[in-house]
């Protein structure tokens, strides 16, 4: 029998190019806010576990050096992996120490520091997260490339168009343009969007996520140690998560991730979820929009949308606040940013202050059902994670 | 970035030159890159199976933005080619991206792939390229 799970706190740092601090730096300023949050101190804190995929940054040990500079030794800690997914990774390590009975207040800490390199060496690096041999060494595919993929193939089938997809990014970076942590906070066009140039045909600069420095923590706690702490715990109602193949070449078809799939249809037995009409249980989902193609990927990957149909949720608008289903709302990784380890972690922190009706004016969803979800990639579906959160336990 | 390259013994792949997969002799499931074992059924008896030079262009894309390797081929075109009973991702070669097309017939090609300059190697290996 596992024990329920509570959000406690929560911290995200200024999201952008943070080349004024150092990892740990970074990530203290998240954990300090998370801490803020909660009330408590590195001393309440019995483990973390920090999510970082590094290979850009210099450190080699960031659980350690992070884990220092908070004040949590000799508290263990280890650091995860799940490349953009590594967050998500994280919390879910965590949410099991407390499940399991092992520890009643854990920390999930995402830092990221991309741009200690410079941006050809970052594109290269992601663009080994997949079968390293058989379709980089030897291709030079990139990360968008992997995507553009998605994307013609899911264009062609179903008709969707470039000014579809360039719709997600004017939404994200509106609501973007609404968060004080985000790296863009400017509103964009379609126009500006469609004469954005080509990155990886058909996505162009305004359908990708940048490069961006950031970290997020998360304080966790068991159901009895969460009543001490607060009054309005944010509970982890079910984390479904599944793996994909590293090859491409292996993938049965281009319209969809299926890690996403099977991580949605795990998290929604658990939690309960109708899987054939989820967005009645959900107020708010933040979704993992690192290409434009991928958010609308995520709406039919989730449920949200029949397989194909997912471009008429954003050409109508309805992924908006007053939509049937507002994603996003803190700018997505768009245009919030996407540091890889941090975002994961982000997005439990960004979906416990809609919870708790804490956002920023004008990116507040209503909140009437008291459930939201995450959606949260690792590579081009190499895995998957979703999570759920709800104001009842 | 500097190129670091993959150790040399993964260049005697043989693999790498001649499009060589692995049909498991059990289920009858064509693997490329080859395995030694089948991931579906188990069995560690396969055998090799050459796939044919000619196939089919699934998907592509083409790259304006591209790794420090490969900035001399700019724009990258890549593909996925269904090779008979498998699929392979590659380099598209020899053609023009406006004019290529999903379901184009497309045949296999041996080409540079990447030199490295500061040892001089020149690296070899398979592209594909539109059938005339």
Redesign the interface.
Known sequence: MTRKVAVVGVGVSKFGNRTDVSLPELAWEAVKEAFDDARLGPEDVQGFVVGNMGGWSSEALPAVVVGEYCGLVPKSGIRVEAACATGSAAVRTAYHMIASGEADIVMAIGVEKMNESPTPTVVEFIGRAGNYFWEFENFGLTFPGYYALYATAYMQRYGATEEDLCKVAVKNHYYGSLNPKAQFQRAITVEECLNSRYIAWPLKLYDSSPITDGAAAVILASEEAARKITDTPVWIKAIGYANGTANLSKRPDFVGLEAAQVAAKMAYKKAGIDPENPVKHFDVAEVHDCFTIAEIMAYEDLGFAKRGEGYKLIREGQTYIGGVIPVNLDGGLKAKGHPIGATGVSMVAELTKQLRQQAERGRQATIKNGMALAHNVGGTGHYAFVTILGLSP | ?EHES?PLY?RNIPA?YRLVARRCKRCGEVY??PVLKCPRCGSNELEDVELPQEGELV????????????LK?KP?I?G?VKLGP??????IVDAA?EKLK?GQRVEVAFRR?VVDGKYGLVMY?YKFRPRP
Do not use: C, H, I, N
């Open positions: 970035m993959v993964w790498y490329f890159p998907e592509f894309t083409v790259l304006r933005s591209v790794p420090t390797d490969f081929q990258v890549l996925l498998a699929k392979v991702l590659g380099q991206p999903e792939v290996g």
